[in-house]
């Protein structure tokens, strides 16, 4: 109810049309009765100020201006932190970075921690096999593309020599690898051979054992187009009854194109001598010294001239190249070597397995 | 490309290649079989690539090779950041430590995009060409990385 202590209440209300019907009845029934506070009320209405459209001009000075893209899962502080990491921060988000830190004290923290995610290169570590990526021309170039293969090529060779040159008596024999004990191989003895496949062969040596120390020799791919390997070294000599002796080692060169081979003999122990007869020829084990003898090749020159022709190099200088040379020429040529290497505990028995291209060379033995 | 540009390739970027490999794989003989891989491709296709493009080429292939292996090994799959597991980190005082230590603990999308960007201070963009993914994505993956590594540099409690 309107009166005289209240009136000001009412009077203001009514300037602001807060006022209903019935309270402006009253308001107005109050007034009739109280003539001398008509002008106050006009002096309120007075005084209503006016809605202005003045506009604060620099209101946009006043307002963090910055457009982030926000991450999911980061709040605005992460990501300017971040931005700043990564070098993209502007003047503005600087001074809001600025702000946000000063305001807060873990921030500042977190900022630090974030400056210290980025990662520097450690120049420390380098690749220490950057010389075996370069290329290089010719054979060189191959020795280094196959540096790996040729190592395992070399170990084989060395394996198998060290196997195939321990003797009956258990001893080994030094290879005699050079020209020492070399004798003169009559073309007819090389030339009469007798077309031996693998299985054959493998059978060949299972029948002679002798020994307590099983070979049994498999070409396990007969892809006659893989380039040549010589596994072991020896000297070959012909015996009294015209067969290919090797007297000190072995050797045995392997694939071939026409699997042409012949067995020879280390002592008592039967092996098996494969040779590439190319074109019904004998030019890979033999060199003509004049019309009717051949001079016996080392096993390394053997593999060297072999390799050489599987490659089509007309020099016949193989004495320029070594074996490694070779094996890396022959890996090359068939893009990818492996070795592999079995145990076989139930019958004790072990395997090698040298793998160039898709020719396979195995040995596998026991000991019993 | 010439044989001495594909040379000069070896003598700029194998390092490179062998660090993004190494801190990826933490094992020294995959990396550099990774290397060697990563070159072996370059070397095939030299003839298509030029001196300009084989960085990239480089981290591309190098990137998907360690895609393949991830698969091939489960055991490699990196874990996002588990701050369960941080409990025992403070013992580590060293930053760099620290830092390799939490690189690890990325998802490794996050691992390579961040590697690319500090490592050889590649852009989005070049980042995207060689990952794949497009340039925002690489963005999230490199903020989200970052925030995990101040995550754990502040979680290991390492003088910051």
């Known amino acids: ?368 | 490309m010439t044989i001495n540009e594909y040379n000069k390739c070896v003598d700029l970027y194998s390092d490179n290649v062998y660090r993004f490999a190494m801190k990826s794989v933490r094992d020294e003989d995959t990396a550099n079989d990774l290397v060697q891989d990563t070159f072996m491709r370059l070397w095939q296709h030299v003839d298509k690539i030029n001196l300009e493009t084989a960085k990239p080429y480089l981290f591309k292939i190098a990137n998907n090779l360690m895609i393949d292996l991830y698969r091939k090994n489960k055991f490699m799959d990196s874990n996002p950041i588990d701050s369960e597991k941080y409990s025992y980190v403070h013992e580590y005082t060293d930053l760099k430590e620290q830092l390799d230590k939490a690189l690890d603990n990325l998802a490794q999308i996050q691992k390579t995009v961040i590697m690319l960007r500090d490592y050889e201070d590649y852009s989005y963009e070049e980042i995207g060409q060689i990952t794949g993914l497009s340039e925002s994505q690489v963005k999230v993956y490199i903020y989200r990385a970052r925030k995990n590594l101040k995550d754990y540099l502040i979680e290991s409690r390492i003088e910051l």
């Open chain 1, 1 to 368: 109810m309107i009166n005289r202590l209240n009136y000001e209440i009412w009077f203001l209300d009514f300037s602001e049309g807060n006022l209903n019907n019935e309270d402006k009845k009253q308001l107005f029934a109050f007034l009739d009765s109280n003539p001398d506070l008509k002008h106050e009320l006009e002096s309120f209405e007075i005084f209503k100020l006016e809605n202005e459209n003045t506009v604060f001009s620099l209101k946009d000075n006043l307002k963090k201006i910055i457009a982030i893209d926000m991450v999911e899962g980061l709040d605005e502080f992460e990501v300017l932190a971040i931005k700043k990491v990564e070098g993209e921060i502007s003047q503005n988000e600087i001074e809001v970075l600025d702000h946000l830190v000063e305001i807060s004290d873990s921030r500042k923290k977190e900022l630090d921690a974030f400056e210290k995610t980025k990662l520097f290169s450690d120049e420390k570590l380098n690749f220490a096999h950057r010389e075996s990526l370069k290329k290089r021309s010719g054979i060189v170039r191959l020795i280094y593309n196959y540096s790996a293969s040729i190592a395992a090529a070399v170990l084989i060779i060395i394996f198998f020599t060290s196997i195939f040159n321990t003797g009956e008596d258990g001893n080994d024999k030094s290879i005699v690898s050079e020209s020492k004990d070399e004798k003169s191989i009559p073309n007819s003895a090389l030339a009469s051979n007798d077309l031996i496949k693998p299985d054959i062969v493998q059978d060949e040596i299972a029948k002679n054992l002798e020994n307590s120390i099983v070979f049994q020799n498999k070409l396990r791919n007969s892809d006659l187009n893989s380039p040549a390997i010589v596994i072991s070294s020896g000297t070959v000599k012909n015996n009294s009854e015209n067969q290919n002796e090797i007297t000190a080692g072995s050797r045995i060169a392997i694939n071939l194109k026409t699997l042409n081979s012949e067995p020879t003999t280390i002592g008592k122990r039967p092996m098996m001598h494969y040779i590439d007869y190319s074109a019904g020829k004998n030019p890979d084990i033999a060199i003509n010294d004049n019309s009717s003898i051949v001079k016996a090749l080392t096993p390394k020159e053997f593999f060297i001239k072999t390799v050489k022709n599987k490659l089509n190099m007309e020099d016949n200088d193989y004495s320029s190249l070594n074996t490694m040379d070779v094996v890396s020429a022959a890996v090359d040529k068939s893009k990818i070597a492996s070795l592999d290497f079995s145990k076989n505990e139930t019958d004790n028995s072990r395997e090698f397995a040298f793998n160039i291209g898709s020719l396979s060379f195995s040995r596998k033995w026991t000991r019993e």
